[in-house]
C-alpha cells in the first residue's frame, strides 16, 4: 500500500453476506508501508479491505445537477461526489441490484469508523461505493446519506430520478445495504467519522439533526417515538426508537460510543426541528 493511504478497515465476518454481525477497526496510515491485524483466537472467514481515499480514482464532476434541497437541507448529489454509476451494473448490462421501494419505518444512525479530519470527503466516499458496490457485490453503496465532518450531506444509494434522495416519486424509500436482514423500510444515514476516538463535529450534528428532522417531516414521523418495525419482505418484527443506531440491529460497535450515546438528544433535538418553519 502507497504510504500516503489515508485509511484502513479491517472486519471480522460470519456468514455473512451483507452488514451482518461484524468487529471494525479503522486508523490513519500516513506513512505506513503495511499494515497488521490481529484477530481473535478461532476467528474465520475473516476479510480485510485497505481504503486509499488519497490515491484512488480519481473523478471528473459535473458542473450541472450537484446541489439538491429537502425542504431546507442542502445536499450534494451522486453526480457532485463523483459517483461512477458504471458500477451498479454487471458485464452484461443489467443492474446488480435493481431498486426496491417500500414505505420509510425508522431511521438507523451509523459511523463509516474511518479517520477523522478527512481532507477529502468525496474521495473518501467513492472509496466506500466501491467498497460496498464491488468488494461487497451490493451494487450501490449502502447508506442512503452521508455527512462529512464539515456539515455538508451526500446523496448515497441510487434511487432513481423522480424523487427526493432515496425516495421514488410515491414517497416510497428504496433499499439499501445498512443493516443486514432489516434494509427495506429502514432509512440510513452515516457520518464520515470515527464516534469511538471523538464526538462528530458541531457541523456535522447540526446537519445530522436538521437532516433527520427534514426527513420525519417529509414521512409524518415521531423522532422521539418507540416503534415496532416489520420488515416488509419478511414480516419478522423488532422493537427499536425511531431514530435507533446500528448497534441495536445487530452486534457491531457501529455508531460508535459518542455518538450511540448521544441519540437520546438527538431525538429530542430533531424533534424540535420540525417545529421550525420550512423554507
Not at 62 to 81: H, K, L, P, Q, S
Not at 132 to 146: K, S
Not at 157 to 167: F, K, L
Not at 219 to 232: M, W
Amino acid at each position: 500500500m502507497d504510504g500516503a493511504a489515508a485509511g484502513l478497515r479491517g472486519r471480522c465476518r460470519r456468514g455473512c453476506r451483507g452488514p451482518g454481525e461484524e468487529r471494525e477497526r479503522a486508523g490513519a496510515a500516513r506513512g505506513a508501508a503495511g499494515y497488521e491485524l490481529r484477530l481473535p483466537d478461532g476467528a474465520t472467514d475473516v476479510r480485510s479491505t485497505a481504503i486509499d481515499t488519497v490515491n484512488g480514482p480519481a473523478a471528473k464532476v459535473a458542473t450541472a445537477a450537484t446541489v439538491g434541497r429537502i425542504a431546507d437541507v442542502e445536499y450534494i448529489t451522486r453526480a457532485g461526489w463523483g459517483a461512477d454509476e458504471s458500477l451498479r451494473f454487471k458485464a452484461d448490462g443489467t443492474e446488480n441490484s435493481p431498486q426496491a421501494y417500500y414505505p420509510a419505518q425508522v431511521m438507523t444512525v451509523h459511523h463509516t469508523a474511518g479517520v477523522n479530519g478527512d481532507p477529502d470527503p468525496a474521495a473518501t466516499i467513492r472509496s466506500y461505493y466501491y467498497l460496498h458496490a464491488i468488494t461487497n457485490d451490493w451494487g450501490d453503496i449502502g447508506y442512503h446519506y452521508l455527512i462529512d465532518e464539515a456539515g455538508l450531506v451526500y446523496e448515497g444509494r441510487y434511487s432513481g430520478t423522480d424523487g427526493i434522495p432515496a425516495h421514488d416519486a410515491d414517497g416510497k424509500m428504496v433499499t439499501a445495504f445498512h443493516t443486514s436482514g432489516n434494509n427495506s423500510g429502514n432509512l440510513g444515514i452515516a457520518l464520515l467519522c470515527n464516534s469511538n476516538e471523538q464526538p462528530p463535529t458541531a457541523a456535522a450534528r447540526r446537519s445530522l439533526v436538521r437532516l433527520l428532522g427534514a426527513l420525519s417531516s417529509y414521512h409524518d414521523f415521531d423522532p422521539e417515538a418507540a416503534v415496532t418495525f416489520v420488515n416488509p419482505v419478511n414480516g419478522v418484527s423488532k422493537n427499536v426508537q425511531m431514530i435507533n443506531g446500528h448497534r441495536d440491529w445487530l452486534s457491531t460497535e457501529c455508531p460508535g460510543t459518542t455518538l450511540y450515546g448521544d441519540l437520546p438528544a438527538l431525538r429530542k433535538d430533531a424533534a424540535a426541528e420540525l417545529s421550525q418553519p420550512q423554507v
